[in-house]
């Protein structure tokens, strides 16, 4: 009875750890398209300031320079989103390894 119950319990965690796992892709894409709406309307917002007569460069180029700014920060994100997705496949790919190790354990008892 006490392994059935230990079995309950890692299926438990298991089914929970998959429906975290999927919301977190779920999350991901969202990001992404967040981040793809931020650029394009920095996109727009560069198409309209160039399309502005301006007597005050100064303050056009600080507007340039803000909305570069952002545009790096948006890939800086991109980047981190990215760099988490392959730490959280690496995390999934261990566990499975640790999962099959425990499991051939349990049998040699």
């Given at each position: 009875?006490?392994?059935?119950?230990?079995?309950?319990?890692?299926?438990?965690?298991?089914?929970?750890?998959e429906?975290?796992?999927?919301n977190?892709?779920d999350?991901?894409?969202?990001e992404k398209?967040?981040?793809?709406?931020?650029?394009s309307?920095?996109?727009?917002?560069i198409k309209?300031?160039?399309?502005v007569d301006?007597q005050?460069?100064?303050?056009?180029?600080?507007?340039?320079?803000l909305i570069?700014?952002?545009r790096?920060?948006i890939?800086?994100?991109?980047?981190?989103i990215?760099?988490i997705n392959?730490?959280?496949?690496?995390?999934e790919?261990n566990?499975e390894?640790i999962?099959?190790?425990?499991?051939?354990?349990k049998k040699?008892?």
């Amino acid at each position: 009875m006490k392994n059935y119950d230990a079995s309950k319990e890692e299926e438990k965690y298991l089914q929970t750890k998959e429906s975290i796992i999927n919301n977190l892709y779920d999350q991901k894409e969202t990001e992404k398209k967040y981040l793809k709406t931020v650029g394009s309307l920095l996109d727009y917002w560069i198409k309209e300031l160039r399309a502005v007569d301006t007597q005050n460069k100064k303050r056009h180029n600080q507007l340039l320079e803000l909305i570069h700014t952002e545009r790096s920060t948006i890939k800086k994100i991109g980047e981190d989103i990215d760099r988490i997705n392959t730490m959280i496949d690496k995390t999934e790919k261990n566990l499975e390894k640790i999962r099959e190790m425990v499991s051939s354990f349990k049998k040699e008892r």
